[in-house]
């Protein structure tokens, strides 16, 4: 009977063993599903950094197109306001705020300012 037991603790201790080597395997595979799937988040994270930036800059350029935007808006305010402020137009003078221009100096000052705001918004 001592043999029998034996022989039966034996076969219950490879049975064990066998088990343990079949659950570190398993382990092991999953330590290595486990490395991959961080390495995958990493890179996840670095392209979600990455758009982040990028959604950064973007905003930033639309920022500064809003302010750039906004600047030539008041200087088209300020061409358009200057020109509802003529009062008359006589013998080639105009007057504007009670001041008396020159119509062809006047209208070369607005043609420049004009082109300037044309350059800045092209």
């Known amino acids: 009977m001592d043999t029998e037991l034996r022989e039966i603790l034996v076969g219950i201790s490879g049975d064990i063993k066998g088990m343990r080597t079949e659950l570190n395997e398993k382990i092991d595979k999953l330590d290595l599903r486990l490395t991959n799937l961080e390495s995958k988040v990493e890179k ?65 000052a607005m043609e420049q300012r004009l082109e300037k705001l044309e350059a800045k918004m092209g």
């Open 44 to 108: 996840v994270e670095e392209r979600l950094d990455q758009l982040e930036e990028r959604f950064d800059n973007l905003e930033e350029r639309f920022d500064n197109f809003e302010t750039r935007f906004t600047k030539q808006e008041e200087e088209l305010a300020a061409i358009r306001e200057e020109i509802a402020g003529i009062d008359q137009i006589k013998h080639g003078h105009l007057v504007l705020n009670q001041k008396i221009f020159d119509v062809e100096t006047w209208k070369l």
